[in-house]
């Protein structure tokens, strides 16, 4: 009896490894172009007559395709990617989006969370290499970043604002969404990763508004002490030690104009929206020497206080993932963290509450 039952708890173990097949054949694919190369209906010989890859290997990565429905099987052993399921794994798009996000969870989460038990035995946590994956970090969070930016837009249209700085900037995707809407607000791109910035100014050559800096956010600053109407913090908190945050904020207090807000996205641990994979997103940030935990809700609002910010309206943009937006103001009398429903309705409050601050100044 305990040989059959440890015999279907493996089968059931089994059963779970399904789920992991879409991400790997997607990955996969995506990596090698396999998806474009069957655009139209193909036989596996011709593709990898064409390709170069071997005939077993391709043959293999086909049958999982059909299995998952990421290809579709054809007439004359041919075989053809499913546009629905696949449109966004295909092509060589400049702003890769889906694609990045599977190449971070198959060659930085997932080998990450495999050394577990190693990391754990010897205590030698893993170093996360800021030049060599600062690119496609950067993608994935432009990516969800994208969730947020009806609200930030709305913000800004609803304000007079001068000056935007994107802190931890990337490729600079998030400022260019931004000024082909606001062409006549100055923006400036902060990040530490020099490659990076180098490909945020070639993405950015039309765009006069947009400078780039390569610097330390901690320490970086407007020249001239000039003053930031809105500051962008995305997804930045996880490469700070918790015992610094504060001290970042205090920093950036230091240039945001009195009627400024700062702009906060990041994923939040102990929420009761996606605990799982936040928890999981947290084992990873936190096996590494170089990388912290997320920040929960208590956290956020003890450092907000401290740093003589207003913590309010957050907001679950993506609740599976548990990444959260909200508002940091130096100056607005907000004195308690708000909870609204849904992103986006933030925007009468923000607006409200700046109309009834100007007529009490």
């Not at 139209?40 to 593709?47: H, I, K, L, M, P």
């Not at 997804?235 to 400024?260: C, M, T």
């Not at 994923?267 to 940030?285: K, L, M, R, V, Y």
Request: proline share 4%.
């Amino acid at each position: 009896m305990n040989e059959w039952v440890t015999a279907m708890q493996a089968r059931k173990w089994m059963k779970k490894n399904e789920s992991f097949l879409p991400s790997w054949h997607a990955y996969v694919g995506s990596e090698l172009g396999l998806f474009s190369e069957f655009e139209s209906a193909r036989t596996v010989e011709a593709v990898s007559e064409k390709t170069g890859y071997p005939y077993d290997l391709l043959a293999s990565w086909v049958k999982v395709g059909v299995a998952v429905k990421h290809l579709k099987k054809r007439p004359n052993s041919r075989y053809r990617t499913s546009k629905r399921r696949c449109a966004s794994l295909m092509g060589k798009d400049d702003s890769p989006g889906v694609k990045a996000l599977l190449k971070e969870m198959m060659e930085l989460h997932l080998p990450t969370m495999l050394k577990y038990p190693e990391i754990m035995r010897s205590q030698e946590r893993a170093l996360f290499d800021h030049e060599l994956h600062g690119g496609v970090v950067a993608e994935t969070s432009a990516l969800l970043e994208h969730f947020a930016i009806k609200k930030i837009k709305k913000m800004i249209r609803d304000r007079n604002v001068e000056t935007i700085i994107d802190l931890g900037c990337g490729h600079g995707g998030y400022l260019r969404k931004l000024a082909l809407e606001f062409p006549e607000i100055q923006m400036i791109g902060v990040d530490l990763n020099n490659k990076v910035i180098e490909r945020a100014r070639e993405l950015s050559e039309g765009f006069s508004n947009i400078e780039y800096v390569v610097g330390d956010i901690s320490e970086w600053k407007p020249k001239d002490d000039h003053k930031a109407d809105v500051v962008l913090l995305h997804n930045i908190f996880h490469y700070i030690h918790p015992e610094a945050r504060h001290q970042l904020l205090d920093h950036i207090h230091q240039y945001v104009s009195k009627r400024g807000l700062v702009s906060v996205i990041t994923p939040i641990n102990e929420t009761e929206h996606g605990e799982a994979f936040s928890s999981a997103f947290n084992s990873f940030f936190v096996a590494h020497s170089n990388l912290f935990a997320l920040p929960n809700k208590k956290e956020l609002q003890e450092i907000s206080e401290h740093c003589q910010f207003d913590m309010f309206d957050l907001d679950p943009i993506v609740k599976e993932g548990s990444w959260y937006t909200f508002w940091l103001s130096p100056s607005a009398p907000v004195k308690e963290m708000r909870h609204t429903k849904m992103a986006g309705s933030s925007e009468q409050t923000i607006a409200s509450q700046q109309k009834e601050y100007i007529r009490s100044s």
